[in-house]
């Protein structure tokens, strides 16, 4: 099959240089100097070889920004069988800039392909690898020079620049993405790795090494957090370690799990800068699998404190084989709050794509497998979407619900349910707001919900008469974004445009509720599927609201419900207004999912949280 490609030609010129050196080729920036042209009596020690070509490193530059690694392309079996590892050798070849044409916003390759006139001057050599954390270390914050703006590498507007046409000239010490481009075909070490991520389905996972670190939490990931100067830190210390260049299996990781030593070469592919291992390291210790419960809990007599739980459920059908895990999560862990948000509820025919929208099934089926294994019996409310009409699986029309405890919650029952399209309204007196549907949804015809779930907001009262009203969320959800190390700076974080608008839906909502009550009781929660740290999007919300994290003083390692590449992050936010942060809060994250041994025994990509609140 013919390889696709893309060649980047920096001048006409195909006249053959003699005599260059490996870090002639590299140069101090993303692309070389010499791309499109041919050269000559290049020498360098063979430290790998792939089944596409080999790895050569030659004399070391005083200048750490040039690589003395480089890559050799060729699937000529003559040429690979040529060489062996530890072969000091000379050959010609012409420079060249790869990238697959199907992946545009892939950096660049500087790489020799054609490769001819190979002689092997001497054999059996010894290379000595870059020991990462040693004679090297990786900066800890901030991936690009191209990635300005107050959010760093979330600042918006995304794609404002390109890397490969800036050509920007490496600052390793500064740049994690210049750090692992000034190693590009260079034979390293990972002294003590630890996976920050399960493996993918590739079998490729995050790995952070013996070096500083930034974000780590008490699992041995690393979290999303503020850096120095208020810049969002999204971790460039880490490296994929990809397929092992001698065929081995890659072990199956989770989060915290130590490995061996990984020695292997410096490469990019698939968006991102990868250690190709030169065997599969060998698990060496895993972390404790328990899962602690909340350590808090629902009472049956204070009718002023009200625990809540949030949970994104992964496409829960009635016929889900994961109702009874859930269930146990919720009555087990959860310790059966007060009220549940839920996201991912499915339609009663789940996937079915037979325009079923009613979830009451579903809802029942969770209720009575918690009911199984509790002393309590939920009630729900939802409002079934329009079919087709809400984003998700299709045919299983996602939709968020309110599981509630019958005994502590009632809706305020002078409205009724609204529908699918209905917009509820904040109507009232002043210091008694009230809705004009309850349940209703907020803004539904607005466009910034197109192919996505609109949110669900219910007005409840406990015995004493006190007042919640929540708000549960499920945001357009990030597909089509690039990696964090693509050509694209910032990274294209999509749809940030409507998350940004969806937000602004719900702040004019909650501005409405304050306007009649300053000291009304206000929960939003649920899956953002956006950083708190993209700080654009939550601006008009962080205004009249504060993250729940603050108010519980969660430690910023340990706020994530998510673990995605290499970071453990946070999607699924519970943000609460002054009358309930005044008064005080817990919160917890119960990482029952992301600290599952393996991937495969997870029961849902997200963990649930549960916090506890005072509303009187």
């Not at 108010?551 to 453990?568: G, L, T």
């Not at 919160?587 to 992301?594: K, Q, S």
């Amino acid at each position: 099959m013919a390889r696709l490609y893309a060649l980047l030609l920096l001048t006409s010129c195909l006249s053959a240089v003699s005599s260059v050196s490996v870090t002639d080729i590299q140069g101090s920036s993303y692309l070389s100097p010499l791309n499109g042209q041919t050269v000559q009596n290049v020498t360098g020690v063979v430290t790998a070889k792939a089944s596409n070509g080999f790895y050569i490193l030659g004399e070391k530059s005083a200048d750490i920004r040039k690589s003395n690694g480089l890559f050799v392309f060729s699937t000529s079996s003559t040429v690979l069988k040529s060489v062996a590892v530890g072969d000091f050798i000379s050959l010609g070849g012409r420079v060249s800039e790869f990238r697959l044409a199907s992946s545009p916003n892939n950096l660049f390759i500087t790489e020799l392909e054609s490769p001819s006139n190979i002689t092997v001057l001497s054999s059996n050599n010894t290379v000595t690898p870059v020991i990462l954390g040693r004679d090297r270390s990786p900066p800890t914050q901030q991936f690009n020079v191209l990635d300005s703006g107050a959010d760093g590498f979330l600042s918006v507007p995304n794609n404002r620049s390109l890397v490969s046409t800036t050509n920007a000239t490496l600052q390793p010490d500064k740049f994690g993405m210049d750090f692992w481009e000034s190693l590009e075909g260079q034979l390293v070490t990972i002294p003590k790795p630890f996976a920050t991520a399960f493996q993918n389905n590739f079998g490729e996972f995050w790995v952070r090494g013996d070096w500083k670190v930034t974000g780590k939490n008490s699992r041995g990931g690393l979290t999303i957090n503020f850096g120095p100067g208020g810049i969002p830190d999204g971790n460039p210390e880490t490296i994929i370690v990809g397929s092992p260049l001698d065929s081995t299996k890659n072990p199956q990781t989770a989060v915290g799990v130590g490995l061996t030593d990984i020695t292997g070469v410096v490469h990019y592919q698939f968006g991102f800068f990868y250690v190709l291992p030169l065997t599969a390291p060998k698990i060496i210790s895993t972390p404790d699998p328990t899962v602690p419960a909340a350590s808090f809990a629902s009472s049956k007599i204070d009718f002023c404190s009200v625990t809540f739980g949030d949970y994104n459920v992964e496409n829960m059908a009635p016929t889900s084989k994961h109702i009874p895990d859930v269930a146990s999560h919720i009555a087990n862990l959860l310790r059966t709050p007060d009220i549940m948000f839920l996201q991912e509820i499915q339609d009663n025919s789940g996937p079915t794509n037979d325009g079923t929208v009613s979830a009451n099934v579903t809802l029942s089926n969770l209720v009575n497998a918690i009911a199984q294994i509790s002393n309590v019996t939920y009630s729900f409310t939802t409002i079934d979407p329009v079919d087709g009409q809400d984003g998700g699986q299709p045919g299983g029309n996602i939709r968020t619900a309110f599981l509630y405890r019958p005994e502590k919650l009632k809706l305020v029952g002078n409205a009724p349910a609204g529908g699918a399209l209905d917009a509820t309204q904040v109507s009232g007196h002043f210091l008694n707001p009230q809705l004009s549907l309850n349940p209703g949804r907020i803004d539904p015809l607005n466009p910034v919900w197109n192919a996505t779930r609109k949110p669900l907001v219910a007005h409840w009262t406990t015995k004493l008469g006190a007042n919640l009203f929540t708000i549960n969320l499920h945001l357009s959800s990030k597909g089509g974004s690039s990696s964090t190390q693509g050509d694209a700076r910032p990274p294209v974080n999509s749809p940030i445009d409507a998350r940004t608008g969806q937000v602004t839906s719900v702040a004019t909502f909650v501005k409405a509720i304050l306007a009649k009550n300053p000291l009304a009781n206000i929960v939003v929660a649920g899956d953002f599927n956006e950083y708190i740290q993209t700080r654009s999007v939550y601006q008009p919300l962080t205004k009249l609201l504060t993250d729940i994290d603050e108010v519980a003083k969660i430690p910023v390692e340990e706020r994530y419900s998510y673990v995605f590449d290499q970071n453990s992050q946070q999607l699924d936010h519970a943000l609460v207004s002054d009358a309930i942060k005044l008064r005080g809060a817990k919160f917890e994250h119960i990482h029952v999912n992301n600290w599952s041994p393996s991937l495969s025994v997870r029961i849902s990509d997200h963990d649930p949280s549960v916090g506890r609140i005072r509303i009187c």
